[in-house]
């Protein structure tokens, strides 16, 4: 079975090209007992506060999907970080 | 190109006969300046923090997996969550 770990190499090259600095956060939750709320949409808020001490991130840098089914619900952050202004100068 | 929810969703078969409740997080971070120093096993206490704030986790529940190479590093960590008790009784 391919690993996740080989998941984000395989999709490598399509990010290569582009060579922006990306930070990506995916959170899988599979529940065993069906219908306890979610504590995804929260857990959610604190994983960018704690992100944010690490880097500077505006919040329409963010993209945020979040998805539920009978057991699993996943929650996925993609957030390009700003290029460092000296880059350009 | 596969997204990375349908990696979670084709993988869920093997999975789904456990019947274990589970959070998997992952973090993958693409750099595009090189040599700068990582933040992500920081980040992971960090992150275990946050998700002790919702789930009783021991650490051995925890499997940490941290990979780096060029311009990507990964952290992949995988929590069981231990059964409640009351389902055993």
Known sequence: MMGL??????????????????????????????????????????????IRKYIDVDQDAITVNFEQ???RETLELNIVVPDNPTKHT
């Open 69 to 71: 089914d009978e057991d």
């Open 5 to 50: 770990l080989d998941y984000f190499k395989t999709n490598k090259s399509s990010s290569a090209s582009i060579a922006k600095e990306r930070l990506q956060i995916l959170v899988a939750h599979e529940r065993s007992v069906r219908g306890q709320p979610s504590y995804l949409p929260q857990l959610q808020k604190e994983l960018l506060e704690v």
